[in-house]
């Protein structure tokens, strides 16, 4: 793992371990922190609960509730997913956060969690995988 000079962001390149490390931060817990998740997919803590649906005090009050590891969760599976197709941690997340996916009438892969569809984000991203588009 890498750290930027500039912001003490660390740089996982295709480490997912260490960012799985990252991503629990300091809760010493089976959770993922979502102040470390925000920080690594550059969310602010509000937006951040309005992705996963939850009231904005939800992500500090009870960071560990299911409906939020829920959609750290799942979030992290895609980020996988897109990281196996990118190699590369950091171009899942900028795919995840910004890219619209035809097939999905240009939501991005962000916006499909958010909706529960998981499932179908994986799915196409494991079909590019294998050379298909979709």
Do not use: C
């Amino acid at each position: 793992m890498l750290v930027r000079e500039s912001d003490t962001m660390p740089v996982f390149d295709r480490d997912f371990d260490s960012f799985l490390v990252f991503l629990n931060g300091e809760t010493r817990r089976p959770a993922i922190s979502p102040r470390s998740f925000a920080r690594a997919f550059n969310f602010d803590l509000q937006s951040l609960a309005a992705a996963a649906r939850v009231h904005r005090n939800t992500i500090t009050r009870a960071p560990e509730s299911e409906s939020v590891q829920r959609y750290l969760r799942e979030s992290v599976r895609v980020v996988r997913a897109a990281a196996d197709v990118s190699h590369s941690i950091e171009k899942a997340i900028y795919w995840y956060r910004n890219h619209p996916i035809p097939t999905f009438d240009y939501k991005t892969g962000q916006q499909l969690i958010s909706e529960g569809r998981t499932d179908d984000v994986v799915k196409y991203l494991q079909s590019l995988r294998q050379g298909f588009s979709g």
